[in-house]
């Protein structure tokens, strides 16, 4: 079991989920709430990495945060094969993960509970904290938990944008191919064995944790 | 501008079309009718400030909500208006006591809960103070609702179709709590409703809509009985609405006479109308008299009619007639008669039976 590359997943994923809440709470509410002009291309955009392979996204993050890049002549370092990059690959890759269940949390909130708020005379922020979140909380917290897991489990933008620098850019599920690649061949497959277990186990359980929340939030109030 | 209740001017002409005008002092009850889709519920939204119409001035007591004209346009959390949804709209994850805490947002945190409690005990719903939502019925959460909106001290009460997520016996207790309550308020009271008997019930004005245009506004007798228009009139759900020729003026007798397919009616003093001018006529079912075969009555007199029973139905404690009046022209008038009336007299399709159109009841207006 490789722990640097395990401790370096879950840092990037905790520090992925902490960047990504409140941009999916307050990106989730204006998709679920507001109407406005290009709104399609914003969400279609947003749902981009669900659809793209992770190499796409890769060599656009290289083209645009290599060493060749704008980035990388205005600012004197490129933004790849680093950590820094990589929580920025990590957050684009999971930008639809993180929102959309938010933007259904919120959008699954009838118009007239948030319109009683205003009425009761709360501002919109209190609305926000007093009605909106306490009833959208269980979509919020089964986006950060895919988020987190997705980001354990992800490998093509990764390897792509941050190698496999150990300590720096290595992570579990880089390790665990990587395991593969070298032991298999020669004939030892154990450590890759145990990684791809907890990688499974783990991620078994997250979705299932994530199914859980969800069909309580549906019961809850019947 | 009104110093004292609620002044509404609404005009827009795309989306939802609105030509609005009306006023509510306060003490009083205005009820907004209409069929769906009228502008009803965007005429309430657009008070409380959650739909902005095009053009227009919203005032309330003395406070301008809305003023297109200045630019003027309060957010809904700074109206002081009370608002009761259709459903309720109670926040599903608080209980009854937390749903009304919410509205008292000028108060201390310490003082919420005890004032809470008062409006829930106003509202009868004393020991429900821990039930959320779900586990209210739809009285007890219309009346959660009503506390709610009476939380914020509000300077307008508006109710959106408050009895009608509710089965008919509840409805029946509601509209008494809801009578004894407007008589604690001193502020206008706006409901919106299509049920033109809860209107009579409990509004003391009532206001015309159709398709988002005001058409007349009065009390609930005077828009049932003496509307403007033949389109007021259907909406009001009049059925005898026919048209005349003015015969002749009378203004010793006060009357005016109408030729209505060779018969001659009498009716109230008109004199807005010249002689030969086609005129529209109407009378409520509740001014047709039955005459009985076994007496002759005062009211005989008045604008005799007879006959034939061509539909009878029972409705409640009454029997709906439909009477043919002129086979050729297929005029048919529509009364009815308690039921033990109808009994006494053994109604029955059929029958050929008199009637006096009370003159009193009969109205006249343009003819369109």
Known sequence: MDWGALLLSLKLSLVTVVILLPVSIVLGRILAYQKFYGKSIVQAILSLPLVLPPTVLGYYMLVFLGNDSIFNKLFGSPLIFNFSGLIIASIIFNLPFAIQPVQRAFEAIPRDIREAGACCGLTPLKVLWKIELPLSWRGIVSAMMLTFAHTIGEFGVVLMVGGNIPNETKTIAIAIAIAIYDKVQIFDNEAAAIMSMFLLVFSLIIISITYLITDNSNHKHE | MNKIGVEVQLYQDKRIPLTVEFSCLDNEVLALIGPSGSGKTTILRSIAGLYQAQKGLIACQQEIWFDSVNNVCVAAHQRAAGFVFQNYALFPHLTALENIAVGLTYLPKSQKISVAKKLLAQVHLQGLETRYPSQLSGGQQQRVAVARALARQPKVLLLDEPFS????????????????????????????????????????????????????????????????????????????????????????????????????????????????????????????????????????????????????????????????????????????????????????????????????????????
């Not at chain 2, 029946?172 to 407007?182: A, I, N, P």
């Not at chain 2, 009211?299 to 007639?321: A, F, K, Q, V």
């Open chain 2, 165 to 368: 997520a509710v089965d008919q016996v509840t409805r029946k207790r509601l509209y008494r709590e809801m009578f004894e309550l407007r008589h604690t308020l001193s502020i206008p009271i706006i409901l919106v409703t299509h049920d033109l008997n809860e209107a009579h019930l409990l509004a003391d004005k009532v206001c015309l809509l159709h398709k988002g245009i005001s058409l007349q506004t009065g009390t609930p007798t005077e828009v049932a009985t003496k509307p403007i228009s033949t389109t007021v009139a259907r909406l009001m759900d009049q059925q005898n609405i026919f048209t005349a020729e003015v015969l002749a003026h009378n203004l010793e007798k006060n009357i005016t006479q109408l030729n209505w397919q060779k018969h001659i009616l009498t009716v109230p003093y008109q004199n807005k109308y010249a002689l030969k001018q086609q005129v529209n006529w109407m009378i409520p079912p509740a001014n047709i008299l039955l005459h009985r075969k076994d007496r002759v009555s005062n009211g005989e007199r008045e604008n005799p009619l007879s006959g034939l029973i061509i539909e009878s139905m029972l409705l409640g404690g009454y029997m709906n007639l439909v009477i043919q009046i002129n086979e050729n022209l297929k005029t048919n008038l529509h009364m009815s008669v308690p039921l033990h009336v109808a009994k006494r007299n053994q109604l029955q399709c059929g029958d050929i039976i008199s009637v006096s159109l009370l003159t009193e009841g009969i109205h006249i207006f343009t003819h369109t």
